[in-house]
């Protein structure tokens, strides 16, 4: 499969082991706002500097340590596509490996970002570790700093804060990281490829007209957030009436939001050569194709330590085991792709953030950490 990803560079980071909640307090009191009940799943967006004053000072606790991902929508999807065998193909190579059939654009800052003295920067972490997936770059370089993400344990005790048990996205930095211009658009591997993966962010620059017109195979818009999935929903009633395939992926919310702004799922999915792929979380999934909706169980699992990623995780396992072709899969194949995407999307929550390059390994019961 050659897949072509165009989307945000962002840099995500965990909390692995015991933190009090006192501390937690004391250090988000700090911030220019501050994390209430009411803002809880709404994650705060903060400049650089205060980020990075939180990621200093859980570094500096001696029974914490800060794990780093690279993340973003579009490049979960293509971890997970450069890790997982494709259907009916040999496995895909191993983490540390070439697999030139993934390629991405986007835009990272020129900014030295780490917590640790030592430490790679997150622009040099991200280049870095993309290659070691195999996936091929094209990153425009931009003054400033790369997005970056916090994402939080849930704590065991009652809280002033009132933490929720289960993990959750606490802050966020976007930076630079949604500038996607014209110029970082590699046309010969757009020539090249079958899938163009694009985040929903970035749907509504004018330049993507002439993008989408030109490109001759398969489309897969991914919402990626509440944001993204309003853009989609334009973009979607655009391409109705051209033929060309397009692939929707969402989760519960975001697919309220596509109604909201228009996009009838189930008729649109029999009117147009249009298929959507919407994630239920523990609630399994549902597909839409010629107006018919198919269902698949979430696969069970023992624990789930992080959620993050696992609907990235969820569209690019999907997208691994759908047969090639020119026109879209029987139902059984479309099931048959959504239970193993159900599989992996089970295996990624049992280990911090979006560790594409563990779906290969059996994962076990995470232990209970102290949190």
Same mark, same amino acid.
Request: with cysteine.
């Given at each position: &499969?050659?897949?072509?990803?165009?989307?945000?560079?962002?840099?995500?980071?965990?909390?692995?082991?015991?933190?009090?909640?006192?501390?937690?307090?004391?250090?988000?009191?700090?911030?220019?706002?501050?994390?209430?009940?009411?803002? &809880?799943?709404? %994650?705060?967006?903060?400049?650089?500097?205060?980020?990075?004053?939180?990621?200093?000072?859980?570094?500096?606790?001696?029974? =914490?340590?800060?794990?780093?991902?690279?993340?973003?929508?579009?490049?979960?999807?293509?971890?997970?596509? *450069?890790?997982? /065998?494709?259907?009916?193909?040999?496995?895909?190579?191993?983490?540390?490996?070439?697999?030139?059939?993934?390629?991405?654009?986007?835009?990272?800052?020129? +900014?030295?970002?780490?917590?640790?003295?030592?430490?790679?920067?997150?622009?040099?972490?991200?280049?870095?570790?993309?290659?070691?997936?195999?996936?091929?770059?094209?990153?425009?370089?931009?003054?400033?700093?790369?997005?970056?993400?916090?994402?939080?344990?849930?704590? #065991?005790?009652?809280?002033? &804060?009132?933490?929720? +048990?289960?993990?959750?996205? *606490?802050?966020?930095? %976007?930076?630079?990281? #949604?500038?996607?211009?014209?110029?970082?658009?590699?046309?010969?591997?757009?020539?090249? =490829?079958?899938?163009?993966?694009?985040?929903?962010?970035?749907?509504?620059?004018?330049?993507?007209?002439?993008?989408?017109?030109?490109?001759?195979?398969?489309?897969?818009?991914? =919402?990626?957030?509440?944001?993204?999935?309003?853009? #989609?929903?334009?973009?979607?009633?655009?391409?109705?009436?051209?033929?060309?395939?397009?692939?929707?992926?969402?989760?519960?919310?975001?697919?309220?939001?596509?109604?909201?702004?228009?996009?009838?799922?189930?008729?649109?999915?029999?009117?147009?050569?249009?298929?959507?792929?919407?994630?239920?979380?523990?609630?399994?999934?549902? *597909?839409?194709?010629?107006?018919?909706?198919?269902?698949?169980?979430?696969?069970?699992?023992?624990?789930?330590?992080?959620?993050?990623?696992?609907?990235?995780?969820?569209?690019? *396992?999907?997208?691994?085991?759908?047969?090639?072709?020119?026109?879209?899969?029987?139902?059984?194949?479309?099931?048959?792709? &959504?239970?193993?995407?159900?599989?992996?999307?089970?295996?990624?929550?049992?280990?911090?953030?979006?560790?594409?390059?563990?779906?290969?390994?059996?994962?076990?019961?995470? /232990?209970?950490?102290?949190?």
């Amino acid at each position: &499969m050659n897949i072509y990803g165009i989307g945000r560079a962002i840099v995500d980071y965990y909390v692995e082991g015991s933190i009090d909640d006192g501390f937690m307090e004391s250090a988000f009191s700090r911030l220019p706002d501050r994390l209430l009940p009411s803002k &809880m799943g709404l %994650p705060l967006h903060v400049e650089g500097e205060a980020f990075s004053f939180v990621l200093e000072s859980m570094a500096g606790l001696s029974q =914490c340590r800060l794990l780093r991902e690279t993340g973003g929508t579009c490049v979960n999807i293509l971890k997970t596509i *450069a890790t997982l /065998p494709q259907k009916d193909k040999e496995p895909a190579p191993c983490h540390g490996n070439k697999s030139p059939g993934c390629r991405f654009s986007g835009t990272i800052g020129t +900014r030295p970002q780490a917590p640790f003295h030592g430490n790679l920067s997150d622009q040099d972490f991200f280049q870095q570790q993309l290659s070691d997936y195999g996936i091929a770059l094209h990153l425009r370089q931009h003054s400033g700093a790369t997005g970056r993400c916090l994402v939080l344990p849930g704590c #065991t005790k009652a809280s002033t &804060m009132n933490l929720p +048990r289960q993990s959750w996205l *606490a802050l966020a930095s %976007p930076a630079v990281a #949604t500038e996607i211009l014209p110029e970082q658009i590699e046309w010969n591997w757009l020539a090249e =490829c079958q899938w163009l993966v694009v985040e929903g962010m970035e749907l509504d620059k004018d330049w993507f007209d002439q993008l989408l017109h030109q490109f001759q195979g398969k489309l897969v818009l991914a =919402c990626g957030t509440p944001f993204g999935a309003a853009k #989609t929903a334009v973009r979607i009633k655009e391409l109705a009436g051209t033929g060309k395939l397009v692939l929707v992926l969402a989760n519960d919310v975001e697919a309220r939001l596509l109604e909201q702004h228009g996009v009838a799922i189930g008729e649109t999915s029999r009117k147009e050569p249009i298929r959507f792929i919407i994630t239920h979380g523990c609630g399994g999934s549902s *597909a839409y194709c010629d107006g018919e909706r198919l269902f698949v169980s979430a696969h069970p699992t023992v624990h789930c330590l992080d959620a993050t990623g696992a609907g990235d995780v969820f569209g690019g *396992a999907f997208l691994s085991r759908l047969p090639d072709g020119e026109s879209w899969p029987a139902q059984e194949d479309i099931i048959a792709a &959504m239970e193993y995407a159900s599989h992996a999307a089970a295996k990624i929550i049992q280990v911090p953030l979006c560790q594409a390059h563990l779906l290969t390994q059996g994962i076990q019961k995470a /232990p209970d950490l102290p949190f």
